[in-house]
């Protein structure tokens, strides 16, 4: 079985997709959805980067599991150099992808793995 991916939030539909199917305001997600805390192939310093441009750090929100993370959905720096995911924000310089989508680029951060990362 395949994943269904909602085109306005480009999250799996039923595992974060909260948009309703009549296209009006996206509703809240419910808190009861099953997020996978284990990250195996993602390093908790990587930087994963949705193809809309916001950047996540592996495990530091909820709307999102290791199995989402593909390209060409998805783009990633492993390693990224200090100081890297506080440069990113909007207005800023865009941040490449260094694998997966490597034409994806981090235009802004994820607010909740902002508040999760302190």
Same mark, same amino acid.
């Given at each position: 079985?395949? &994943? %269904?991916?909602? /085109?306005?939030? +480009?999250?799996?539909?039923?595992?974060?997709?909260?948009? /309703?199917? +009549?296209?009006? %305001?996206?509703?809240?997600?419910?808190?009861?959805?099953?997020?996978?805390?284990e990250?195996?192939?993602? =390093?908790?310093?990587?930087?994963?980067?949705?193809?809309?441009g916001?950047?996540?750090? =592996?495990?530091?929100? +909820?709307?999102?599991?290791? &199995? &989402?993370?593909?390209?060409?959905?998805?783009?990633?720096?492993? +390693? =990224? /150099? =200090?100081?890297?995911?506080?440069?990113?924000?909007?207005?800023?310089? /865009?941040?490449?992808? $260094?694998?997966?989508? $490597?034409?994806?680029?981090? %235009?802004?951060?994820?607010?909740?793995?902002? &508040?999760?990362?302190?």
């Amino acid at each position: 079985m395949s &994943d %269904t991916y909602c /085109p306005r939030c +480009d999250l799996v539909v039923g595992r974060g997709c909260a948009c /309703p199917e +009549d296209g009006s %305001t996206p509703r809240k997600a419910p808190e009861s959805r099953p997020v996978r805390q284990e990250w195996r192939q993602f =390093p908790g310093t990587a930087i994963l980067i949705r193809r809309d441009g916001k950047a996540h750090v =592996p495990g530091a929100c +909820d709307h999102m599991s290791e &199995d &989402d993370v593909r390209a060409p959905r998805w783009g990633w720096i492993l +390693d =990224p /150099p =200090p100081g890297l995911w506080e440069r990113i924000k909007e207005g800023g310089a /865009p941040v490449a992808a $260094t694998g997966g989508n $490597t034409a994806a680029r981090a %235009t802004s951060r994820c607010l909740d793995c902002v &508040d999760a990362l302190g």
